[in-house]
């Protein structure tokens, strides 16, 4: 949710700079864009419209992709063993939904949660953020820390070698 509340905050004031140029423009007596009166239709930051949809919209979508790892799991009569869970989580983030990890570093619209959803590529650290989400909401916690310039994501667990295959 903060991520979505950051991207409200940013799209806010790249409005209101939009607003503040114009009127510098005309202040300046040059021809500038028509400055009508700006109506907001929603009443609360959840509201404010991203690419679309409602900030609950795009949560939403988080909840899609974790009905679909159960739709995978029950399908494939796939057990509720942590491996196979985020092997169906893999499978579905990265097969059928094709999320990439985006080659464009300084993108800021890799760094935003809609974004990310929507085009199906981005950061690293808005890839991983993704995946703790979707696992959170099948009952598995999911923890990461920076490790250099990259992101690392494990399952929490007491028998960590449960995770890895020697």
Not at 35 to 58: C, H, N, Q, R
Not at 66 to 93: D, M, P, R, T
Not at 133 to 139: A, K, M, S, Y
């Amino acid at each position: 949710m903060a991520m979505l509340l950051i991207a409200v905050e940013d799209e806010a004031f790249m409005s209101y700079n939009r607003d503040m140029d114009a009127r510098a423009v005309v202040k300046e007596g040059r021809e500038a864009p028509s400055l009508s009166k700006v109506t907001y239709e929603w009443a609360s930051l959840d509201a404010f419209p991203l690419a679309g949809k409602s900030i609950t919209a795009w949560l939403s979508e988080l909840d899609i992709i974790a009905k679909q790892v159960e739709a995978e799991l029950v399908s494939k009569e796939i057990g509720c063993h942590l491996v196979q869970v985020l092997e169906a989580v893999n499978f579905v983030l990265f097969d059928l939904r094709g999320f990439t990890r985006s080659s464009l570093l300084n993108n800021p619209k890799q760094s935003y949660l809609h974004q990310v959803l929507k085009s199906a590529s981005g950061s690293g650290i808005m890839l991983s953020i993704i995946y703790i989400e979707v696992c959170r909401r099948l009952g598995v916690t999911i923890v990461g820390a920076r490790v250099g310039e990259e992101f690392l994501i494990w399952p929490k667990t007491e028998y960590t070698e449960v995770c890895y295959h020697f």
